[in-house]
T-cell receptor, first 114, second 116 residues
Framework: AQKITQTQPGMFVQEKEAVTLDCTYD???????LFWYKQPSSGEMIFLIY??????QNATEGRYSLNFQKARKSANLVISASQLGDSAMYFC???????????FGKGTRLSVIA | GAGVSQSPSNKVTEKGKDVELRCDPI?????LYWYRQRLGQGLEFLIY????????KSGLPSDRFSAERTGESVSTLTIQRTQQEDSAVYLC??????????????FGPGTRLTVL
């Protein structure tokens, strides 16, 4: 069975600083995908970034990058130049090779301080 | 284009009543998923529709929960004889079947269900 672990229930970061949100995963599948979603207080789930298990390069999307370490089974999200609007819950999730349901971690609440 | 829409946005019901939640996926998205998010928790998978294949119901917590989808359009999630532990936000997501394993799931705004 697949499992996602997010060990940081809450994080604080100063505005304009970078922050890393941790995510480790467990799976016996060779082909899988890793996703990060942002959930502001409004409740919507916003897709941020995707990393495939066979992707050689770490994924980047604007201020978001994914530090993928396959041997360690970790897929940490790095947010550069934090903004007040980045304050939200962040969820790491994974899927197996097909279009299967996502397995989510419990999330990390990020608070950006001015 | 339009995103995933869900209705109602909020539903308050009494214990023992039945409720129906609706999801309109993004046009052309073949896959549709229902998840449940209890307060302060991550998302739990409930049920998954992929095209005309039999749905994956492995996440439904009890036989009080059921869902239908007609073709690649609207889906309804029905909860019969609601219990207080059913109180949660019910999220629907859809994705295309273009790149298996790589397709992003796009979420609707959710329905907040409160069972009194």
């Amino acid at each position: 069975a697949q499992k996602i672990t997010q060990t940081q229930p809450g994080m604080f970061v100063q505005e304009k600083e970078a922050v890393t949100l941790d995510c480790t995963y467990d799976t016996s599948d060779q082909s899988y995908g890793l996703f990060w979603y942002k959930q502001p207080s409004s409740g919507e789930m916003i897709f941020l970034i995707y990393q495939g298990s066979y992707d050689e390069q770490n994924a980047t999307e604007g201020r978001y990058s994914l530090n993928f370490q396959k041997a360690r089974k970790s897929a940490n999200l790095v947010i550069s130049a934090s903004q007040l609007g980045d304050s939200a819950m962040y969820f790491c999730a994974m899927s197996s090779g097909g279009n299967t349901p996502l397995v989510f971690g419990k999330g990390t609440r990020l608070s950006v301080i001015a | 284009g339009a995103g995933v829409s869900q209705s109602p946005s909020n539903k308050v019901t009494e214990k023992g009543k039945d409720v129906e939640l609706r999801c309109d996926p993004i046009s052309g998205h073949t896959a549709l998923y229902w998840y449940r998010q209890r307060l302060g928790q991550g998302l739990e998978f409930l049920i998954y529709f992929q095209g005309n294949s039999a749905p994956d119901k492995s996440g439904l917590p009890s036989d009080r929960f059921s869902a239908e989808r007609t073709g690649e359009s609207v889906s309804t999630l029905t909860i019969q004889r609601t219990q207080q532990e059913d109180s949660a936000v019910y999220l629907c997501a859809s994705s295309p079947l273009v790149r298996p394993g790589r397709d992003t799931q796009y979420f609707g705004p959710g329905t907040r269900l409160t069972v009194l």
